[in-house]
């Protein structure tokens, strides 16, 4: 350390969104750090979030949308409180990012676009004169004399691991930082793909592919896409994590989808009970375009596997009616796999949180580690949440060395 006025000197490793905050707020105290980044590019996945738009925030956040297998939530929602929405909104705004809201309270900067974010931050970053040390990975670290030695030469006295997840690889992601924290002999909670596209083996998919809807599954209800190799859309993320957990223990995981959730089977059924009246010489291949879109019409329709002689909507009985509103509130598919560690948002699993102190994101291995971001065994919802606890882990880290001058 300084021995003037006992600053420490910090490595930063990564330079995502919770290592050049945690960058930002510790320039903010006045604490020097180097940020090693082994990409050649800075804020690759950051650019890519939310397509190209950065979902920053949530105006919602609550632990219920964050999974771990640690059970401390009063620890984790200390780190929450600590940096809330609204302390959230008041940093990116210093920086010069206004955000506008969408749908369950999701944020974005005001530009739509992910460039703004990372340009913010990147600047402000360079306005402190933080050294950002590109195309230089981490090689070896070892902690010797009350030091840090980075790739064998550079000397620090705090590290700060903000590597994130194995995720996007293409983006950037790595698993750099799991083999860090074994080194100094954390646990790593198996990581799983997580907020990822799902595949499945149903048939006739190229009926509906390029079909987008509101839609309901396992109880939770947002866009849904289908495509060629399964479904996708934020609904089918936010439940991936439990299916990726699933898969790993049984080779196919049925869903269901409720494609009408705004009804109820009852006005379900009395809406195509109605329909058979008004529209009786209709073929039953066109009978439902005008509520679902007509590939989905002809895919329902398909699944339901009507007797062949149902040419017409005035041929359906009860049964059928039946059978039809059955398939649109459970349309079923089967999962065999999910699009995995390439195109997964985020990872479930990482580093143990039993092994640290959630109060100041320290190692309860190694003096003078913390580990924030996505590294952690921490995953949120689709929303910004997962963003969110890059910034909140990083402000508790940076706020934590803070207090550890002149003690």
Not at 10 to 15: L, T, Y
Not at 282 to 285: A, E, L, N, P, Y
């Given at each position: 350390?300084?021995?003037?006025?006992?600053?420490?000197?910090?490595?930063?490793?990564?330079?995502?969104?919770?290592?050049?905050?945690?960058?930002?707020?510790?320039?903010?105290?006045?604490?020097?750090?180097?940020?090693?980044?082994?990409?050649?590019?800075?804020?690759?996945?950051?650019?890519?979030?939310?397509?190209?738009?950065?979902?920053?925030?949530?105006?919602?956040?609550s632990?219920?949308?964050?999974?771990?297998?640690?059970?401390?939530?009063?620890?984790?929602?200390?780190?929450?409180?600590?940096?809330?929405?609204?302390?959230?909104?008041?940093?990116?705004?210093?920086?010069?990012?206004?955000?506008?809201?969408?749908e369950?309270?999701r944020?974005?900067?005001?530009?739509?676009?992910?460039?703004?974010?990372?340009?913010?931050?990147?600047?402000?970053?360079?306005?402190?004169?933080?050294?950002?040390?590109?195309?230089?990975?981490?090689?070896?670290?070892?902690?010797?004399?009350?030091?840090?030695?980075?790739?064998?030469?550079?000397?620090?006295?705090?590290?700060?691991?903000?590597s994130?997840?194995?995720?996007?690889?293409?983006?950037?992601?790595?698993?750099?930082?799991?083999?860090?924290?074994?080194?100094?002999?954390?646990?790593?909670?198996?990581?799983?793909?997580?907020?990822?596209?799902?595949?499945?083996?149903?048939?006739?998919?190229?009926?509906?592919?390029?079909?987008?809807?509101?839609?309901?599954?396992?109880?939770?209800?947002?866009?849904?896409?289908?495509?060629?190799?399964?479904?996708?859309?934020?609904?089918?993320?936010?439940?991936?994590?439990?299916?990726?957990?699933?898969?790993?223990?049984?080779?196919?995981?049925?869903?269901t989808?409720?494609?009408a959730?705004?009804?109820?089977?009852?006005?379900l059924?009395?809406?195509?009970?109605?329909?058979?009246?008004?529209?009786?010489t209709?073929?039953?291949?066109l009978?439902?375009d005008?509520?679902?879109?007509?590939?989905?019409?002809?895919?329902?329709?398909?699944?339901a596997?009507?007797?062949?002689?149902?040419?017409?909507?005035?041929?359906?009985?009860?049964?059928?009616?039946?059978?039809?509103?059955?398939?649109?509130?459970?349309?079923?598919?089967?999962?065999?796999?999910?699009?995995?560690?390439?195109?997964?948002?985020?990872?479930?699993?990482?580093?143990?949180?039993?092994?640290?102190?959630?109060?100041?994101?320290?190692?309860?291995?190694?003096?003078?580690?913390?580990?924030?971001?996505?590294?952690?065994?921490?995953?949120?919802?689709?929303?910004?949440?997962?963003?969110?606890?890059?910034?909140?882990?990083?402000?508790?880290?940076?706020?934590?060395?803070?207090?550890?001058?002149?003690?």
């Open positions: 350390m300084n021995k003037q006025n006992n600053t420490p000197h910090v490595a930063i490793i990564g330079a995502g969104a919770s290592g050049l905050a945690v960058s930002i707020f510790l320039s903010q105290y006045n604490i020097p750090s180097t940020i090693f980044e082994k990409n050649n590019k800075i804020g690759k996945k950051l650019l890519a979030t939310g397509n190209g738009k950065c979902n920053v925030t949530n105006k919602n956040i632990l219920e949308n964050y999974h771990t297998t640690y059970s401390g939530t009063k620890e984790l929602k200390k780190i929450f409180n600590i940096f809330n929405f609204d302390k959230c909104k008041n940093f990116f705004s210093n920086l010069g990012v206004e955000f506008l809201y969408r369950n309270g944020a974005y900067p005001m530009s739509s676009s992910s460039s703004s974010i990372v340009d913010a931050l990147v600047f402000e970053v360079e306005q402190s004169k933080t050294p950002i040390l590109t195309n230089t990975p981490v090689e070896s670290i070892e902690y010797k004399n009350s030091n840090f030695i980075i790739n064998q030469n550079k000397k620090f006295d705090i590290v700060i691991l903000a994130g997840s194995g995720a996007m690889p293409k983006l950037g992601g790595t698993d750099s930082g799991y083999t860090i924290s074994e080194q100094f002999n954390h646990s790593i909670i198996p990581p799983q793909p997580s907020l990822v596209q799902l595949i499945t083996n149903n048939k006739n998919l190229d009926l509906i592919s390029g079909v987008k809807l509101t839609g309901m599954v396992n109880n939770h209800t947002g866009d849904i896409l289908f495509t060629k190799y399964g479904v996708s859309g934020s609904a089918i993320l936010d439940i991936s994590r439990e299916i990726a957990i699933e898969l790993q223990s049984n080779a196919h995981v049925p869903i989808i409720d494609i959730p705004e009804f109820t089977r009852e006005k059924k009395s809406l195509l009970q109605q329909r058979i009246k008004t529209l009786n209709r073929k039953v291949s009978w439902l005008g509520i679902f879109n007509k590939k989905l019409s002809q895919y329902i329709i398909s699944e596997k009507l007797p062949s002689h149902i040419q017409y909507a005035n041929q359906l009985g009860t049964k059928e009616i039946n059978k039809i509103v059955h398939l649109i509130k459970n349309l079923p598919f089967t999962i065999t796999d999910t699009k995995g560690f390439d195109h997964c948002e985020v990872c479930s699993g990482g580093v143990n949180l039993e092994e640290i102190n959630l109060n100041t994101m320290e190692s309860k291995k190694q003096k003078g580690l913390y580990i924030v971001g996505e590294v952690l065994d921490i995953d949120g919802d689709c929303g910004g949440y997962n963003l969110h606890f890059a910034w909140a882990s990083a402000f508790a880290a940076a706020t934590a060395i803070k207090s550890t001058i002149n003690q």
